[in-house]
């Protein structure tokens, strides 16, 4: 009988009857009294000046209430690292010069979406366009055009990484690789497009409702941006449709709405259309990868070099994040003694790229696993021997980066090898490749640089026992609430009805970075148990004085009962202590504060996921064409608090890293995104998604609440890396280029088919 | 110029005047509050804007609403009877076959409408039944497990 009696069970989320319902309320469905319609007029060159804006037609316009542009802004620039001013590079409402097909230049509020929308057409802007540049390769040339002022060779920022002694290494290796790959642009695709409602009142106070992986970055990004106190400003989450990394920056959505707002006292919202959401929100980071990679005869890994240069787009954005996880997840999940890495982000004139679940991690695992199997074929090792040999185990270094506790690397090679073996052979034109993994339960890196702790939590509890759970954790849809209502339930020792979540409300709730980085488990996890650890102290010292047996009994709570730990069926009902708690204290509730910021953990995470996976392709030789057939991944995520929530991240996860290895992609004519639709951007639909299978993995992380790690980002990484190697092995082609389409396939079959001749 | 639009919503008949170029979401959403059902693109390629008329599923985003003139809609709303939820409903719960929330309700819509006209589907036949309306989140299988817990009679309708 497990020790838990909330965790590890399967539970109905919290957020589960109103989603089922229809009556969740989104952003997208809020409606206010008086409220007007924004829409955003967005630059149709990939770089010009804008010379000059005429707003007077658009303002006669019947129905329009008012026009901005730049000049009604305070005129400063944002961006999420914010301890480099020179990182926030992004103005929203573009003052002087716009930089990709997207950036907004204006914005309109009206009385509804279709008088706002007419206005745009009225604006006449006058631009100089400007000579641009698309490819990072090109932009990094003396002669290619500047797209920031002071910005040499376009080169945003790079990042290098090091130890050991890497050439000395490479002279020692009886076999090395060296290989080029492209990781190609992905968008998120949530199903609600940013969106928001911001109420500017007369008394100088600002509402924010907003679709957001942040409410906390949102608030003090909108206080930078508006000059407004933070303490002003209150942001407010409703059940959001999706993040996945687009959603913690501050937006064309929430900023345009703001300065309407406070011209008008009214409130505006701002939906942005499907093609906005494809041409005008940030992307998943494309990247220019060369290996080199050197082992022994007998594969033991000496030595890696990365070099990568990414398509940064016109802003920073968390794109210098991705170029920095990049090139530290390129030596995962490995235990290299030298290593080398260098990065460069390249602004270009196309939309700006960013996070996005895994956050330069899918891109590291597709390269260097492919390599890594290459590697393997080349000495004749089988692809989970080498794997074996050199990953990592539990309590290793990563040399001057990281300390990894616990690490359930081995375990997951022995199941994933028992599945291969049981799968037995294979009919023909049938490969399984297989993609080890490694990711981060969140991030230690403050470039933001809150000054609060990095996650927090109050907890209170009413006299008729049910608990307040105050969290800044922001439900994105992966189920942060339930997995932190479930921790905090199992630690105060109640039922999981007997909680009541408050997240991602910066009014009520303490501040949290938000959902990103696999954090909200792990770190938001803590403060909640923590806080409720709190709570559970204040009522134990109540049951101690009215039981008085011996001081060396320790008491604790479990299913409702306070209880003698030693003597459990010695004990009195948690719902009576807390009523005698309350009288005892004059009537005031018990609350309980818990906070986590990691210390002492290293430079990039306090606790690392695991997992291998698997995925068996059958290809057609005459096309190219290959269907996905089954996906089996063992993911270690420490204990598992929510193990619904579990499988619909994992499943959930293939979706979408299978699409990223399968077929989606963002085609680009001079930085014009070519299919910024629904029905032309292709992803995984029903008929296309593999059969999915789970391999249970036991492990325990010391740092995280009750053992538990992340379980969402990580299974982003392995997909594409295991698809790419299925191919391979099921007709002995190898696809260098994200996405691996059916017209690259028969392309690179057709070229074998030559050579063998 | 308005024209009038006669129709039944979840059972209760609605009699109203709306722009000839009002799309049926917009109608639903917009002048009845039924916001559960949702846009996603605006263009019948996500299905988040799913519902029934006279027992089919439909894309009201790509539909104007006269057209659904004298017609019979259900939308996520008119799923659960009173307060006991639908069979669907229930394994959606039980299966954790949703996250964020958004493409719920058409997904739900599109099923009901499946079951309608086929109660015993296969997991082929589910899979086409869906196929027109993306999950970014689960990856589908958990929502199939859930309609095949239905299919295979473990939730009763309440009566």
């Not at chain 1, 279709?114 to 490819?135: G, H, K, N, R, S």
């Not at chain 1, 924010?208 to 949102?218: C, E, F, G, K």
């Not at chain 2, 919503?9 to 799309?23: R, S």
Request: with cysteine.
């Amino acid at each position: 009988m497990s020790k838990y009696s909330v965790i590890g069970t399967r539970v109905h989320r919290v957020d589960g009857p109103e989603k089922v319902t229809g009556s969740a309320k989104y952003t997208f469905d809020l409606v206010l009294p008086g409220m007007l319609y924004g829409k955003v007029l967005r630059s149709p060159y990939p770089h010009a000046k804008i010379l000059k804006i005429d707003a007077r037609k658009a303002k006669r316009l019947v129905g329009v209430k008012a026009v901005i542009t730049g000049k009604d802004t305070i005129g400063r620039k944002q961006g999420i690292w914010r301890r480099f001013p020179e990182l926030c590079d992004e103005e929203i409402l573009c003052r002087e010069k716009v930089r990709y097909i997207g950036d907004p230049v204006a914005a309109v509020a009206a009385i509804d979406e279709d008088t706002a929308e007419e206005a745009l057409d009225l604006i006449d802007v006058e631009y100089e366009p400007l000579p641009a540049v698309f490819d990072p390769l090109e932009a990094i040339k003396e002669d290619a055009p500047q797209i920031h002022d002071g910005v040499e060779l376009n080169i945003n920022i790079n990042r290098h990484i090091e130890w050991g002694d890497v050439d000395e290494a490479f002279e020692k290796c009886d076999h090395i690789r060296e290989d080029q790959y492209k990781c190609c642009p992905q968008a998120h695709v949530c199903m609600e497009t940013h969106d928001a409602v911001v109420s500017y009142d007369y008394g100088g106070k600002m509402t924010v409702w907003t679709s957001t992986q942040s409410s906390y970055y949102i608030q003090r990004l909108m206080a930078d941006m508006t000059g407004l106190r933070e303490g002003d400003i209150r942001v407010i989450k409703p059940p959001t449709g999706g993040g996945f990394g687009s959603k913690f920056e501050l937006d064309s959505a929430q900023f345009p709405a703001a300065i309407l707002s406070m011209k008008l006292c009214k409130p505006i919202k701002i939906v942005l259309s499907r093609e906005e959401e494809f041409t005008a929100t940030k992307r998943r980071t494309p990247m220019y990868y060369y290996l080199k990679l050197g082992a022994k005869k007998d594969g033991t890994l000496l030595a890696k070099e990365a070099r990568v240069i990414t398509e940064g787009g016109a802003y920073t954005a968390m794109g210098a994040t991705a170029l920095y996880l990049t090139g530290f997840f390129s030596s995962f999940p490995y235990k290299y003694p030298n290593y080398r890495y260098d990065g460069y982000r390249a602004y270009t004139n196309t939309a700006p790229t960013s996070a996005m679940r895994g956050f330069g991690a899918p891109q590291s695992t597709f390269v260097g696993e492919s390599q890594l199997d290459m590697m393997a074929e080349d000495l004749g090792i089988d692809p989970i021997e080498i794997r074996r040999k050199n990953g990592m185990t539990p309590n290793y270094e990563v040399p001057g980066q990281a300390f990894i506790q616990s690490c359930g690397l081995h375990q997951c090679l022995d199941k994933i090898e028992t599945h291969i073996k049981e799968r037995g052979k294979l009919p023909p034109n049938h490969g399984i490749g297989v993609s080890a993994y490694g990711f981060m339960s969140g991030g230690i890196f403050n470039w933001f640089d809150t000054p609060y702790a990095f996650s927090a939590a109050v907890v209170r509890i009413n006299v008729d026992g049910k608990v307040d759970l105050f969290t800044g954790a922001c439900d994105i849809g992966q189920g942060s609430d339930t997995t932190l209502s479930m921790i905090c339930a199992e630690e105060l020792g109640v039922k999981l009805e007997d909680i009541r979540i408050h997240a991602a409300d910066t009014g009520i709730c303490p501040p949290d970075l938000g959902a990103w980085g696999s954090r909200e488990t792990l770190m938001n996890g803590n403060a909640v148990k923590r806080a409720a650890a709190d709570c559970k102290r204040q009522l134990l010292e109540v049951a101690a004085a009215k039981m008085a047996p011996n001081i060396v009994y320790d008491f604790d709570i479990k299913d409702c009962w306070v209880h003698l730990v030693d003597r459990p069926e010695r004990g009195v009902s948690y719902y009576d202590i807390v009523k005698e708690a309350i009288r005892g204290r004059d009537g005031n509730a018990i609350m309980g504060r818990g906070y986590y910021t990691p210390h002492r953990k290293g430079m990039i995470s306090p606790a690392y996921s695991f997992g291998v996976q698997v995925a068996e392709v059958e290809v057609d030789p005459e096309t190219g064409r290959y269907k996905l057939i089954n996906v089996t991944t063992a993911h270690e995520s420490g204990t598992v608090i929510n193990p619904v929530g579990i499988e619909g991240q994992l499943e959930g996860a293939i979706m979408m890293a299978g699409g990223y290895g399968f077929c989606e992609d963002q085609p680009m004519d001079e930085g014009k995104i070519l299919n910024p639709s629904i029905a032309d951007y292709k992803l995984i639909r029903s008929l296309d998604m593999p059969e999915t299978e789970i391999l249970e993995i036991d492990t325990y992380e010391p740092e995280g609440p009750f053992g538990a790690k992340e379980a969402g980002e990580g299974l982003t990484n392995p997909t594409a890396g295991a698809i790419g190697n299925a191919v391979y092995k099921a007709v002995g082609v190898r696809i260098n280029d994200l996405p691996i389409t059916p017209e690259k396939v028969l392309r690179a079959l057709k070229e074998k088919q030559k050579k063998s001749k | 110029m308005k024209k009038e639009l006669k129709f039944k919503v979840n059972g209760q008949p609605y009699d109203i005047y709306v722009k000839p170029k009002t799309l049926l979401v917009e109608v639903l959403r917009d002048h009845l509050g039924l916001t559960g059902t949702k846009r996603g693109c605006n263009s019948s390629s996500c299905g988040a804007c799913t519902v029934m008329l006279n027992g089919m599923a439909v894309k009201s985003c790509s539909m104007l609403a006269l057209q659904a003139n004298g017609a019979d809609i259900m939308t996520v709303e008119g799923l659960a009877k009173g307060n006991k939820l639908h069979p669907l409903q229930e394994a959606f719960l039980d299966h954790g076959s949703y996250q964020c929330g958004f493409c719920t309700s058409g997904m739900l819509m599109a099923l009901r409408a499946l079951l309608e006209e086929n109660p015993k589907p296969t997991k082929e036949q589910i899979k086409e039944g869906i196929d027109g309306n993306i999950c970014r989140c689960t990856g589908y299988n958990s929502i199939i497990r859930a309609v095949t817990a239905v299919v295979k009679g473990e939730y009763k309708e309440a009566k």
